[in-house]
């Protein structure tokens, strides 16, 4: 008992020493993003658990200044590559190149591409092509690159928040499910209420704009995110993230889903809520996640992850008004 009881305590002060951390990210964050108050929440979210964001909203909402304001105050460096349909693999991972050295001999040299970077921002990832999107699907999923069938580690942490505009598809290459599936969430970003876009009117068009500055090293962010992975998780939120998870697949009994999913989350979600759920519940100052943690991240977890069926969409009816009446249910 003495043991469990002084790890215990042990992770009793660490999280309260994260959480005075995360709340100076949240004020830095907040001098330079004026609202967006969920967006800013469920990006720190994804990158406290360690994993990738996919940030959907039209041009002109400050996603990308998001992004390079989050690598300037959690103290990691960051690339932005700017995806186009003649971007080639090589492009994002880098090259081999031919040098001859003064002893004219002849050897190859790597040159790394942007994608060796611990906050790399992929923006508009829809228009790259499929083979390049697969080239970065590779360095999401195992924080490394092959190239020449030489093994590469990407720099640690790896995060990648990628952004896409929802209303242009011209040109564009829906990313395929595999991909969608390595974002650990899906943040979508919407116009911001009125007193927020006043502000911004305000601030940003005088002599001198606001600006962040680092609060965290790319070190202690990691002490983060192994924190969150110790956190304790309740036998009845687990019981709800399964519960939701399953719910949200066709075939499982439940008839609502039957008439409107054609295909659903599999466990990666149930992985993502684990994670997100405890991340959330550190945000916002407490030691365990609850249901309403799960309830709250059913949207962004699972909208990129579950398609509707044609009869539905026919009915008008979206993923989230399908996720929203999901997450309404009772798990108990």
């Avoid at 505009?165 to 943040?187: K, W």
């Avoid at 962040?212 to 790319?218: D, E, I, N, R």
């Avoid at 989350?265 to 959330?280: I, Y």
């Avoid at 519940?281 to 990129?304: E, F, I, K, N, T």
Wanted: glycine share 8%; aromatic share 4%.
């Amino acid at each position: 008992m003495g043991a469990i009881d002084t790890e215990e305590t042990q992770i009793v002060a660490e999280a309260e020493k994260a959480l005075a951390d995360i709340k100076i990210v949240r004020e830095e964050v907040s001098k330079v993003i004026y609202g967006q108050e969920s967006v800013v929440e469920n990006v720190l979210l994804a990158i406290l658990s360690g994993g990738h964001a996919l940030l959907v909203g039209v041009p002109g909402l400050a996603k990308t200044k998001l992004v390079a304001t989050l690598g300037t105050v959690l103290g990691l460096d960051g690339n932005r590559i700017q995806f186009t349909p003649d971007l080639m693999p090589s492009d994002i991972l880098g090259s081999e190149v031919l040098e001859e050295s003064e002893a004219g001999r002849r050897a190859f040299r790597f040159i790394k591409g942007p994608v060796f970077a611990q906050l790399l921002m992929a923006d508009e990832i829809n228009r790259a092509s499929p083979r390049t999107q697969s080239a970065l699907l590779q360095s999401m999923q195992e924080y490394a690159v092959t190239i020449a069938g030489q093994h590469y580690d990407l720099p640690r942490p790896f995060h990648v928040l990628a952004t896409q505009n929802p209303l242009e598809q011209e040109g564009t290459y829906p990313l395929p499910e595999a991909q969608l599936d390595r974002f650990l969430l899906q943040v979508n970003v919407d116009y911001p209420d009125i007193a927020s876009e006043r502000r911004i009117l305000l601030e940003t068009t005088g002599a001198e704009e606001g600006t962040a500055s680092p609060v965290l090293s790319a070190a202690r962010l990691m002490e983060i995110q192994r924190l969150i992975r110790k956190m304790p998780v309740s036998e009845s939120v687990l019981e709800a993230i399964l519960a939701l998870v399953r719910a949200a697949r066709a075939g499982e009994g439940h008839a609502e889903t039957d008439r409107d999913v054609a295909w659903g989350p599999g466990p990666r979600a149930g992985q993502s809520l684990m994670l997100t759920a405890r991340a959330r519940a550190l945000y916002q100052g407490r030691l365990a996640p609850s249901v309403d943690d799960v309830r709250a991240l059913a949207g962004p977890v699972l909208q990129h992850r579950m398609a509707l069926t044609f009869a539905a969409r026919a009915e008008g009816k979206t993923v989230t008004d399908v996720i929203a009446a999901i997450a309404q249910r009772d798990f108990n």
